[in-house]
């Protein structure tokens, strides 16, 4: 499918992993809590076990997501065998308001903030965002958080959320994500747009109607 950017008003984002470093951002906060505890795991296998943790916790009953980060350090805890020290669960979460954009993101959302209004659309607490986007330097003109909706993606409700909070046909929004679990797979069924940002060259086949490696990509295909 060729996308015709005319088409769109208003591009949805995802945050952490789209816009922002988030592997970066956890790997320095989680690596030296295993070291301190004497476990050696690959990158890959800390994002692997964050990935599932993280999930678990979000599909049971709705926590503001810096519980959710504790959470994700006491298990990991459970997993691999270590009992954390209360810093060492604190550690994550506090970490993340420092988490640093892409080396590509600010230039890219200027350019694309001269086309369209832009959204996030983001599993996080208002507060922890509202520090997030002091480093992406550009005003969203909406921001859609799982603590205001008490859910996180990939349920469909976050998605109507911004449908709703936006107010266009969903024909006229374009939903740009890293994330084929959270975001790609149910902006798809829900009958979007979405652009697959795939910053890790992962091979797979995600549905996205369109795949780039980055956001200055993306913004130097639309304009």
């Given at each position: 499918?060729?996308?015709?950017?005319?088409?769109?008003?208003?591009?949805?984002?995802?945050?952490?992993?789209?816009?922002?470093?988030?592997?970066?951002?956890?790997?320095?906060?989680?690596?030296?809590?295993?070291?301190?505890?004497?476990?050696?795991?690959?990158?890959?296998?800390?994002?692997?076990?964050?990935?599932?943790?993280?999930?678990?916790?979000?599909?049971?009953?709705?926590?503001?997501?810096?519980?959710?980060?504790?959470?994700?350090?006491?298990?990991?805890?459970?997993?691999?065998?270590?009992?954390?020290?209360?810093?060492?669960?604190?550690?994550?979460?506090?970490?993340?308001?420092?988490?640093?954009?892409?080396?590509?993101?600010?230039?890219?959302?200027?350019?694309?903030?001269?086309?369209?209004?832009?959204?996030?659309?983001?599993n996080v607490d208002n507060d922890l965002f509202a520090e997030t986007v002091?480093?992406?330097?550009?005003?969203?003109?909406?921001?859609?958080?799982?603590?205001?909706?008490?859910?996180?993606?990939?349920?469909?409700?976050?998605?109507?959320?911004?449908?709703?909070?936006?107010?266009?046909?969903?024909?006229?929004?374009?939903?740009?994500?890293?994330?084929?679990?959270?975001?790609?797979?149910?902006?798809?069924?829900?009958?979007?747009?979405?652009?697959?940002?795939?910053?890790?060259?992962?091979?797979?086949?995600?549905?996205?109607?369109?795949?780039?490696?980055?956001?200055?990509?993306?913004?130097?295909?639309?304009?």
């Amino acid at each position: 499918m060729t996308i015709d950017f005319n088409n769109y008003e208003v591009l949805t984002f995802d945050c952490y992993g789209t816009m922002i470093d988030w592997e970066t951002g956890v790997l320095t906060a989680i690596a030296p809590i295993l070291s301190n505890h004497n476990i050696q795991l690959t990158n890959a296998q800390i994002f692997d076990a964050f990935g599932e943790i993280e999930n678990e916790i979000e599909a049971g009953e709705y926590i503001k997501y810096r519980e959710v980060l504790r959470n994700v350090v006491k298990k990991m805890g459970d997993r691999f065998n270590f009992i954390p020290n209360p810093t060492e669960v604190d550690a994550l979460a506090k970490s993340l308001t420092s988490w640093q954009p892409f080396s590509d993101s600010v230039e890219a959302l200027k350019v694309l903030k001269q086309k369209f209004k832009l959204a996030v659309i983001s599993n996080v607490d208002n507060d922890l965002f509202a520090e997030t986007v002091k480093h992406l330097q550009v005003n969203f003109d909406y921001v859609i958080t799982a603590e205001q909706l008490k859910s996180y993606k990939p349920s469909h409700n976050n998605f109507y959320a911004a449908f709703d909070r936006i107010g266009l046909p969903k024909e006229k929004i374009l939903h740009v994500a890293a994330s084929v679990y959270h975001d790609i797979v149910p902006a798809k069924a829900l009958g979007m747009t979405a652009v697959w940002v795939n910053r890790r060259g992962v091979k797979q086949d995600s549905g996205a109607d369109l795949e780039v490696p980055d956001l200055k990509t993306l913004a130097s295909i639309v304009s």
